[in-house]
C-alpha cells in the first residue's frame, strides 16, 4: 500500500471527533487502538473497491456513497470532503456524479446495480438489478458525469 493512502487514513482516523476526545482526556492507548482498527477497515474497504466488479461511488445532495457489493459506506459530506471514497475514485473506482441530475424523479426510478456483478436475466420489472455498465448507461442520459468509466472504450 502507498504510504500517501495510509497517511491520509491515518489522518482521517486521527480527526475523527471521538478520538481526539480520547486524547484530550488522556486516553491515548485506546484512541491510538481504535484509530488503527478504522485504518485497517478503511484499507479493506478500499481493496473491496478494487476487486469488486460492480464496487462505484456515487455523490448526489444527499452525500456520497462508496457502494461494495452488499456493503455501503457513505458520508453526508460531498466527495471532496469524504477522503475514503475519494482514494477509492483516485485508485480507478468508478465515480458518479449525480449533482448535476435534475429530473429526480427519473433517478428514483432506475432499477439498482447487481450487488455481486452478476444479472440474472430471468430477473424482470422495475426491481431487477442491472450491471454498472447499464446503470451508467442510463444515469448518464439524466446528466450525470462519470469519473473512471469502465465501459469500454467505443470508436467513433
Not at 46 to 62: D, E, S, W
Not at 79 to 101: K, M, N, Q, S
Request: net charge positive; hydrophobic share 45%.
Amino acid at each position: 500500500m502507498q504510504s500517501d493512502v495510509l497517511r491520509v487514513l491515518r489522518a482521517t482516523a486521527a480527526s475523527w471527533w471521538r478520538h481526539r476526545e480520547l486524547r484530550r482526556t488522556g486516553q491515548t492507548g485506546l484512541a491510538k487502538r481504535l484509530e488503527s482498527e478504522a485504518v485497517m477497515r478503511d484499507l479493506g474497504h478500499l481493496k473491496q473497491a478494487a476487486l469488486l466488479p460492480n464496487a462505484h461511488v456515487i455523490c448526489g445532495a444527499g452525500g456520497t456513497f462508496l457502494h461494495l457489493g452488499w456493503t455501503t459506506v457513505s458520508s453526508f459530506a460531498p466527495i471532496e470532503r469524504f477522503p475514503l471514497a475519494a482514494l477509492a475514485v483516485a485508485r480507478g473506482t468508478p465515480f458518479i456524479d449525480i449533482r448535476p441530475v435534475t429530473d429526480v424523479i427519473a433517478f428514483a426510478n432506475l432499477p439498482r446495480v447487481a450487488r455481486d456483478g452478476s444479472v440474472d436475466p430471468d430477473l424482470s420489472g422495475a426491481g431487477r438489478p442491472v450491471s454498472l455498465t447499464t446503470y451508467i448507461d442510463m444515469v448518464e442520459k439524466l446528466g450525470a458525469r462519470i469519473l473512471n468509466d469502465p465501459r469500454p472504450r467505443r470508436s467513433i
